[in-house]
């Protein structure tokens, strides 16, 4: 399996625009995360879903941000309209959904925003 | 309020010295997972822990989790420079598999 693929690696974008970014987990893996990483902040969860069901969205900042999963092979996160301070990396990572397997992170897509 | 504290925060030392990095939480977790991320990618995971009390190593790496289950330590014996990473301690509650992350120590292990 390639693992977790994200695309793009790299987004530089203006203030207002829209970006998507997109996520591929590893097949069989019935769940699937958002985070964002931060110097400040570290890593936070923004959502994750449960076979391809959103189950927790607390951690998205605000309206702007929304996500979806299609299908069980495919994510995104889009921002719209994006800000400077949406600037961080963003990591795709997935899972089985019981025992003690851990998280197989993809390799972030750095979004900078000017 | 982080839920999650690592310590330290940055530790800068010579290949072949001894660490320990410390993971402490007022919570209670069901497990708590350590990982290694390296510059330009995604965090890498080491071990997972579920008992209270429970060590587990590989090989120079020694993981511990506290008897309630609310903290953690990770020892490094002789450190090498592919040591050098951030390590991320991250506690999972509840059977969702839903992990909250620490900030991480970032290691550097000189030669």
């Known amino acids: 399996d390639a693992g977790v693929i994200q695309s793009p690696r790299h987004e530089v974008t203006e203030m207002g625009q829209e970006v998507t970014l997109r996520c591929k987990p590893i097949?069989?893996?019935?769940?699937l995360f958002w985070y964002r990483q931060t110097m400040m902040r570290g890593l936070e969860l923004l959502i994750y879903?449960?076979?391809?069901?959103?189950?927790?969205d607390s951690g998205m900042p605000e309206d702007r941000f929304s996500a979806k999963m299609p299908n069980a092979s495919f994510s995104t996160l889009k921002i719209q309209p994006s800000e400077p301070r949406d600037s961080a990396v963003y990591f795709c990572?997935?899972?089985?959904?019981?025992?003690?397997?851990?998280?197989?992170f993809g390799s972030g897509t750095r979004l900078t925003v000017v | 309020t982080q839920l999650l504290e690592q310590s330290p925060q940055f530790l800068s030392i010579q290949e072949g010295e001894n660490l320990t990095v410390y993971c402490n939480s007022s919570?209670?977790?069901?497990?708590l997972q350590w990982y290694r991320q390296e510059p330009g990618e995604g965090p890498v995971l080491l071990v997972t822990?579920?008992?209270?009390?429970e060590v587990k190593k590989l090989k120079r790496l020694t993981f511990q989790f506290g008897d309630a289950r609310k903290d953690s330590s990770l020892h490094i014996t002789a450190a090498q420079p592919g040591d050098t990473g951030l390590y991320l301690c991250?506690?999972?509650?509840?059977?969702?598999?839903?992990?909250?992350f620490g900030k991480g120590t970032k290691l550097s292990v000189k030669p």
């Open positions: 879903f449960n076979n391809n069901v959103p189950i927790d």
């Open positions: 919570s209670v977790f069901s497990s």
């Open positions: 990572a997935s899972s089985f959904s019981t025992g003690n397997y851990g998280y197989t």
């Open positions: 097949s069989g893996h019935n769940s």
């Open positions: 822990v579920v008992t209270g009390g």
């Open positions: 991250a506690g999972e509650r509840g059977s969702q598999g839903n992990l909250i």
